[in-house]
C-alpha cells in the first residue's frame, strides 16, 4: 500500500514538474498546447474510489493551475476529466471485468483497449479546458480546433510514455 502511495506520488510530482518547467512553454501556432499531466489520473488504479479519483484530480488541477497562473482553469478541468473516467470506464469494461489490483496501461489491457480509452478522455479533457479558458462559443472552431490538436499531441506524448514503461516492465521480467 505504501509503495503505491509512493510510486503515484513520484508519478504526479514528475508529470506535474514536466508540465511546468517543460511542456507549458510549448505552444505552436496558438493551437497546439501538450498536457501530459493528466496521465496521473488516466493511470489511477481502477479499485480507486470516484471521491477519491475528484480530489486527486483537484489536486493535480490545482497544482498546474498554482504555478501556471490560471486560477481554476485547470482544475475544472482535471475534476471533469476524473468524473468522466468512471463513465468511460464503464463502458469500455471488458467482459470479464477489470482484474483486481490493476490500473489502466497498455501492458494490462493492450493498445487497442487503452487508445480508446486515453483518446475518449484526453478529448473530454482538452475539449472542457479550452472551452473554459476561452469561456464563450464565439470562436468555436478556434475552440475545437485547438482541442482536437492539442489532444493529438498529447496522445502522441502519451503513447510515447506508455511504450517505454512497457518496454520496462518487459525487460525487468
Known sequence: MIRTIIKYGINLTFLVLLQVLILNRIEYLGYINPYLYILFILILPFELPQWAVLLLAFFTGMCIDLFSFTPGVHVSATVFLGFMRNIVL????????YEPGSAPSVAAYGWSWFL???????????????FVEAFSFNHLDNTLLKAVSSSAFTLVLIVLSQSTSRKKSLTSE
Do not use: M, Q
Not at 116 to 130: A, G, I
Open 90 to 97: 464503464s463502458i469500455l469494461e471488458p467482459r470479464d471485468g
Open 116 to 130: 480508446r480509452y486515453s483518446v475518449l478522455l484526453v478529448f473530454c479533457h482538452h475539449l472542457f479546458l479550452f
